[in-house]
C-alpha cells in the first residue's frame, strides 16, 4: 500500500538564526520561502554575519521573536526584542538588537560580497565535517555562507531545508525512545513521510516543485537552547555516532534532513500532499 505523503509543518525564519513563524500556507520563490533568511544581522566591527552557530557571540538571536507581513507587494518584518517591537531596517532595531546582544551591529537585507560567519565546532569529534581540514572539536573558526551565492540569501546552502516525521521518529528510537522536535533543526518544510527524500528526487506539493541536492551538515544549534526547547547535546552525539554519511564527494559529516532547491515556484499549505 502506498503511504500518502503530505505536509505536517511549514516554518519560516525571517532574521537568520532568530525565531521562526509557524505558517499555515506559504508563497514559495525560486530561491525559497517568501521573505526566509532575508534579514541578517550584521556586526558592525568585523562585518561578519550574526549566527547562533557561535553561541557565545550570537546565541541570544535565538531569543528574538519575528512576524512578518508579506500580504503585499513587499514584507515587512517586525522584532520583538526583550519586550519591545521594533520594525527591521530602523535605527531602534539596530540599538536594540545591539543592546540585546552585547555588541554593536546593524540589521541588514543585503548580503555581504565575501558573507562569512563565525561558528564554533561541537565536541564530539563525529560533528567535525571531513571536509574543514586541520579543524578540532570545540574550535571557534569563521567559514563562508554557501547559500549567499547559490539562492542570493542568508541560507546555509539550500533554498529550502526539509526533514521528515520518519527521520525525526528514528532519531528519537536512537536516542532512547522520547521525541525530537522538528524545530531543533529550524527546518522549512517538516513532511510527514517514512524517511527523508534521496538527492536528485523531485517532489511536488500543489504546484511547487522542489528537488533535492544533498543532505543537511549539521552544526551546534541542534543542541542549543531555543524558543521552548531546553539545551540537549545528547543530540549532537546520537548525529555524530548514527548519522554521519558522505555529502556530495566532499566527504563526510554528521546529517539530519535535506536541502532543496526550488524548481518551480507557487504555493503550498500545511496538509498538501506531496508526490
Known amino acids: 500500500m502506498t503511504v500518502m505523503q503530505t505536509v505536517a509543518a511549514i516554518r519560516r525564519y525571517p532574521l537568520k538564526s532568530a525565531r521562526g513563524e509557524a505558517l499555515t500556507a506559504t508563497d514559495v520563490e525560486q530561491t525559497g520561502l517568501r521573505g526566509d533568511r532575508t534579514w541578517a544581522c550584521i556586526d558592525r566591527i568585523d562585518g561578519t554575519v550574526g549566527s547562533a552557530k557561535h553561541p557565545r557571540r550570537w546565541g541570544r538571536l535565538l531569543d528574538v521573536g519575528t512576524s512578518m507581513r508579506d500580504d503585499g507587494p513587499e514584507t515587512t518584518l517586525t522584532l520583538h526584542v526583550d519586550g519591545t517591537s521594533v520594525p527591521a531596517g ?62 542570493g540569501r542568508f541560507v546555509d546552502f539550500g533554498a529550502v531545508h526539509i526533514v521528515t516525521t520518519g527521520a525525526l521518529s528514528l ?74 554519511i558522505p555529502v556530495a564527494g566532499l566527504g563526510r559529516a554528521a546529517c539530519f534532513g535535506t536541502y532543496a532547491d526550488v524548481v518551480q515556484p507557487g504555493r503550498f499549505r500545511v496538509g498538501q500532499v506531496v508526490h
Not at 532595531?93 to 560567519?117: F, N
Not at 513532511?191 to 538527492?199: L, M, S, V, Y
Request: neutral net charge.
Open 171 to 244: 532519531l528519537g528510537e536512537r536516542m532512547g525512545g522520547g521525541s525530537v522536535a522538528a524545530t531543533r533543526f529550524r527546518p522549512n518544510l517538516v513532511i510527514d513521510a517514512p524517511r527523508d527524500p534521496e538527492p536528485g528526487q523531485e517532489l511536488r506539493l500543489g504546484d511547487v516543485v522542489l528537488r533535492v541536492v544533498l543532505p543537511t551538515p549539521r552544526c551546534i544549534v541542534p543542541g542549543l537552547s531555543q524558543a521552548e526547547l531546553p539545551a540537549d547535546l545528547s543530540v549532537l552525539s546520537a548525529l555524530a555516532r548514527h548519522y554521519r
Open 90 to 151: 530602523s535605527a531602534a532595531a539596530d540599538t536594540a538588537l545591539s543592546k540585546h546582544l552585547g555588541r554593536p551591529v546593524r540589521l541588514s537585507r543585503e548580503l555581504p560580497p565575501d558573507a562569512r560567519l563565525h561558528r564554533t565546532l561541537p565536541d564530539d569529534v563525529g560533528m567535525v565535517p571531513d571536509w574543514m581540514d586541520g579543524a578540532r572539536p570545540g574550535q571557534d573558526t569563521i567559514t563562508a555562507i554557501a547559500g549567499a551565492g547559490r539562492v
